[in-house]
């Protein structure tokens, strides 16, 4: 028999009928199965966290963690000990998964610095090293120019020591041939030269040139001598720029050995944080199971009979003017039923701003708020909600403190509930069907206006992008219909 035909036999149970009632809600929870005995698969997923033009935040309902202080008073105590005890063992190992994400992204942000430095350090070489490959270049061009140069002044001195060795061989010459005529006697010279002015203008001759040629070698030892002394200049200036080559070249060499040593720290540092990323991701991967094993655990709120809220939907129907299955199709998809109304709290959940009005609220009817459960962040990385987008819609219709601030009056006048209770059924299916009703057709059971109202209900302004929203409510709005219409 199916659980639907089971769960709307009677609105009136006895105390076995509601055990067994129980049982099969037990088994409806952790199976799946909706009741028209189709397969559940997260009904209030991808509901989003978007804030309506009203303050309405409907968030995704399955992924709230904390325990409802509203538990069915009709669990039996060894049981919700146990369950309560589990719990608490999975809310340590949460946090301990949490505390270890922590820890991990701090040593990560502490590699991001260093990386950063590292960068910053290899960028610096870089320059440096560029700079001393100019400086090099540089000086290789000088010590080339003053090489050239020696080489230049070394081939002068060649030349002219060159130019020497012969001037010295003419000049052996001339000093020989001064030596024969010195040894001849006069008759010889008379012999040979009939003349004797002949012999001395030769003489004479010899003698000048001999002056001239050691006038020339004299000359040339000077050049030399110059000469000399320049390329010793020059070879100075060259082991200078050569000297300050090596020491440049060794500059460089040390440069670039750094930068290899800050490479492979860099390579280094990369490979830890990308194993530390992986380290991450796996922990984010166990606090994901864990809090979505928390969620099923924890997320419920007080267990609702079908037909109390059959009965609470069709006076608010009555007094609003929205359809009764109207109203269960957002009831559904909000909170399932009100099994789901919220596994976060308000200083980790909660936009700041919504504080002041939030606990206006449970001072008002007396709950602290700090157990009062909402819906929790659209995203929950860690302890301290690192995230975008806020949570905080409280009891079965998912509505903003806000929100219900302006419709608390309104509430008290059509219930009598002064303060009205946005946990309380039937205080939230009023604050819902007047919120509905605003838009007009919806009281006239318009479905094309049933689906925006729906929409606008999930999105405000941005209603249009939420088609989807509305289908689903719809959709169990048409089975809710089929179901009273059989009753």
Known sequence: MKFSKIFLEKKVFSKYRIAALLSAIVLFLFVGFDFTGAANKNDNENTNANTNSNGNLNSNSNINTNINSNVNSAVPPADLAKKQAEIAKKKEQLNSVRNQINRFEQKSDLLDKKTETIEQIIQVLDSEISEMEASLQKTGAALAEITASVNQKQQEVSIK????????????????????????????????????????????????????IKEMLDGLNDKKTELVKERETLEEQQNEQTSLYAMQEDQRITLEQNRRDREELLAETQTEQYKLGNAIDKQQEIASRLSAELTSMQSLGEKIDFGQALSDAQDVANLTGVRTAFLLGVLRVESNMGNNVGGGRYKTDMNPAQWD??????????????????????????????????????????????????YKDQIAQINGHNPPDPWNLRDALTAMGLKLA??????????????????????????????????????????????????
């Open 357 to 406: 009005r939030f606990k206006s609220i449970c001072t008002s009817l007396g709950y602290d708020p700090d157990d009062k459960p909402v819906s929790r962040k659209p995203c929950y990385r860690d302890s301290s909600g690192n995230c975008g987008g806020w949570g905080g819609a409280m009891g079965p219709a998912q509505f903003m403190p806000s929100t219900w601030m302006g």
């Open 438 to 487: 605003k838009v007009p057709g919806v009281t006239d059971h318009n479905r094309t206006a049933e689906h925006k109202a729906a929409s606008i209900y999930l999105a405000g302004g941005n209603w249009e992008r939420f088609g989807w929203y509305g289908d689903r409510v719809l959709k169990y709005a048409d089975q809710f219909d089929a179901k009273i219409k059989r009753e």
């Open 161 to 212: 020591e060159f130019e020497i060795v012969e001037r010295k061989k003419i000049l052996k010459e001339y000093v020989r041939k001064l030596n024969l005529m010195d040894r001849k006697s006069f008759l010889e010279v008379l012999l040979e030269k009939p003349r004797l002015s002949e012999y001395f203008r030769e003489m004479e001759s010899i003698v000048a040139f001999e002056s001239r």
